[in-house]
Nanobody
Framework: QVQLVESGGGLVQAGGSLRLSCAAS????????MGWFRQAPGKEREFVAA????????RYADSVKGRFTVSRDNAENTVYLQMNSLKPEDTAVYYC?????????????????WGQGTQVTVSS
């Protein structure tokens, strides 16, 4: 019922910036929280950031706090992840996910729908 499509990934030098977008369709008038997760080579998928329906509440992993900013534009059915001061360890496939079952959460299994991911590669 819900489709999520990430975009904006690519190759960037350490210290650079990227802005990821996640466009939602199919259930765009329903309230939902949105999370960003990432999975690096040889690593488990991990929480990055999350935002409530209103945008009034956000959560960040300690590893990205102060560098990444999550935001959303419900009129455009889009959630963003602004990534600044990128480090090689940020290299991963980044996924957006939607949770329709409650408030903001950092728990992967609480999310109901997932995008296909977008590759972010940060070179030294």
């Amino acid at each position: 019922q819900v489709q999520l499509v990430e975009s904006g990934g690519g190759l960037v030098q350490a210290g650079g910036s990227l802005r990821l977008s996640c466009a939602a369709s199919g259930r765009t008038f329903s309230s939902y929280t949105m999370g960003w997760f990432r999975q690096a080579p040889g690593k488990e998928r991990e929480f990055v950031a999350a935002i409530s329906w209103s945008g009034g509440s956000t959560r960040y992993a300690d590893s990205v706090k102060g560098r990444f900013t999550v935001s959303r534009d419900n009129a455009e059915n889009t959630v963003y992840l602004q990534m600044n001061s990128l480090k090689p360890e940020d290299t991963a496939v980044y996924y957006c996910a939607a949770n329709f079952q409650g408030g903001i959460t950092t728990t992967l299994r609480r999310y109901d729908y997932w995008g296909q991911g977008t590759q972010v590669t940060v070179s030294s």
